[in-house]
């Protein structure tokens, strides 16, 4: 049977550097053959001093639009002709699409964050209070988020003092910075707590956090899916609390993308868990990639 857009092949990609452990092309891929699209979803390897090439190069290229990863998010919102309003905030672009010959960048991590929240712990949206780890590039994605869920304190705690507070100031008064020490007692006032940094991850250092003040409704969660079940996870757990690990965050963010350049909104599937799941043991990724 013809694939049903033989006739309009579409191609789109995941740009980074490195790029070989990218989920993405698995992801894509299963939502292209679930829906028996002709087309392409494939990782693209950029060196830094090679992307704007690459990027102004997209009009002319086979490609209609594609993610952009790590170390490019920034870079890309400098480049783009038009950023949506969540890539403005966030200075950073994650997913390209051509209008015309003019490149638009947006951003979709916080949508994924926020998504994968709205299916496994709905009633996150009725807090007001968040400690979030880490101040790198996914927290500012997060921190956005919260915000815009109407959480009215955000907490970012971070090792490196000035990140947090740069980050903090970014979002105005209610966004706090503080340290990773502080954790503990502000888990006592907190109704969601994650970890956006590296820790926890594997071939890091785990992230221990003493979590035994917790309220009992606090909802845990982690933007490290490998290991699916964090050290954070684990611990909030057996203290008998809600918790949701990255991998919903990969795997929502990508929606956007995929309809955009695909004309098809895909779904996610616990099917699509597994395939992304089984497509690379040895990766060691953040979900925001
Ligand atoms: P990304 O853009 O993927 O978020 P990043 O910018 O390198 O990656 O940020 C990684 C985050 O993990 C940072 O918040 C980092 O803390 P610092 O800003 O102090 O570097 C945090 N992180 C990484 N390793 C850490 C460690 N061993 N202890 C505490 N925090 C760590």
Not at 109 to 130: E, I, M, Q, S, V
Not at 183 to 212: C, F, P, Y
Request: proline content about 4%; overall charge negative.
């Amino acid at each position: 049977m013809a694939k049903r857009s033989a006739h309009k092949e579409r191609h789109a990609f995941v740009v980074g550097w490195p790029i070989a452990h990218s989920r993405s092309p698995a992801l894509h891929g299963a939502w292209l053959k679930e829906h028996d699209l002709a087309g392409s979803y494939t990782a693209q390897a950029i060196a830094p001093e090679d992307f704007d090439d690459f990027l102004r190069g997209l009009p002319a290229s086979r490609f209609c639009g594609g993610n952009v990863t790590l170390p490019h998010k920034h870079r890309a919102f400098e480049l783009v002709d038009e950023a949506d309003e969540v890539a403005r905030r966030l200075s950073a672009v994650n997913t390209v699409w051509l209008d015309g010959d003019r490149v638009i960048g947006s951003n979709t991590d916080a949508y994924g964050f926020a998504a994968n929240l709205d299916d496994r712990a709905p009633n996150w949206r009725d807090g007001n209070t968040a400690v979030v780890i880490g101040a790198g590039g996914a927290s500012g994605a997060i921190v956005f988020a919260l915000l815009d869920a109407g959480y009215r304190r955000v907490w970012v705690l971070n090792r490196t003092q000035q990140r947090a507070r740069e980050l903090a100031e970014r979002f105005g008064d209610a966004c706090t910075p503080g340290s990773p020490q502080m954790a503990a007692r502000l888990s006592g006032e907190a109704d969601l707590l994650v970890n956006t940094s590296s820790l926890g991850m594997v071939g890091q250092g785990d992230l221990d956090i003493d979590l035994s003040q917790a309220r009992p409704s606090l909802i845990v969660t982690d933007i490290v899916y490998t290991p699916l079940r964090t050290s954070l996870l684990r611990r909030a757990e057996q203290a008998g609390l809600t918790t949701v690990d990255g991998l919903g965050m990969l795997l929502h963010q990508a929606v956007p993308g995929f309809e955009r350049w695909f004309g098809i909104r895909p779904t996610v599937t616990e099917e699509l868990r597994r395939i992304v799941l089984g497509s690379d043991q040895d990766d060691h990724s953040q979900a925001a990639s």
